[in-house]
């Protein structure tokens, strides 16, 4: 079942929002050598590698900024690093800066639904041989980027770019994060992250390794992270879906919004 944006409040949509803009400061403070500056409502974060998308990219705050301010200030910050980036639109609140990237001759490369979920769900049931757990150190970090490294390489997301935003793990070992493994026959296999910020759980980097997909084991890591968010109070749980994703989500309870994430790519 659909849910619209008239569904929401402007205040709880501009809480969604907000979590999306703190997983991407976060997804920049992650990473070895990064940098991060905020400027008048905008969000720029020029990360280890050149790739353009979640390592290098503008992300406005502030919905008072003119959508050309922003495509000239990120221009004006990656052309003196020599480094293509990607703009990312939260949706809704997003359209103008939408229009004026592909005015500007950006392609969307990433469009992906968001999904919603307002009440906690049924714990998974695990067979014996799997075990999930919350990750408390930074070999936990590690099994997770191995997962996510070899999940979004399968859809053609370089894993050396996995890599390097989950570059220092110990930055991710915070009060507001929360990760979550599957290990299958002892074998880190599955993950979902949990970010929290005021009224809103939202889940990220969720994947399964190839070789372990059709247990349901990235189902089961993202009830726990989702459930995890709700006990914390949170009052909704959010996610961009990939394709392959959108589905499972549904089936957890997660209902499908009529309005989308983007990311338009701007080469150097």
Sequence with gaps: MGITNKSLTL???????????EAYREFGRWQRSSQLVEKDGILLV??????????NYVVRFD????????????????????RGFSIVSRGQADRDLEAAAADAGMEPVVAAPWMVLDHQ????????????????????ILDARQINADAFESLDFPRTETEAIFGVPARLLTPNLRVYVAYLDGEPVSTAMLLLTPQIAG?????????????????AC?????????????????????PMGEPV??????????????CYLAAA
């Excluded at 020029?46 to 979640?54: D, N, Q, R, V, Y």
């Excluded at 919905?63 to 020599?82: H, P």
């Excluded at 994947?207 to 349901?216: I, N, V």
């Design 11 to 21: 205040e709880t949509r501009a809480l969604i929002d907000a979590n999306l803009v």
């Design 222 to 242: 993202c009830r726990l992270a989702s459930n995890a968010g709700f006990s914390a109070g949170a009052k909704w749980a959010v996610l961009q879906a990939s």
């Design 121 to 140: 769900v049924a714990e998974p049931q695990l067979p014996p041989n799997v075990e999930i757990k919350r990750v408390t150190d930074e070999q936990g």
């Design 46 to 55: 020029a990360g280890t590698t050149s790739f353009p998308l979640l390592v």
């Design 249 to 262: 989500y549904q089936q957890i309870g997660y209902r499908t919004m009529d309005d989308q994430f983007k």
């Design 203 to 219: 889940v990220y980097w969720v994947g399964t390794k190839p070789s372990a997909r059709g247990h349901g084991l990235a189902a």
């Design 63 to 82: 919905s008072q900024i003119s959508a050309s301010t922003v495509i000239d200030e990120a221009k004006r910050f990656f052309n003196e690093l020599g």
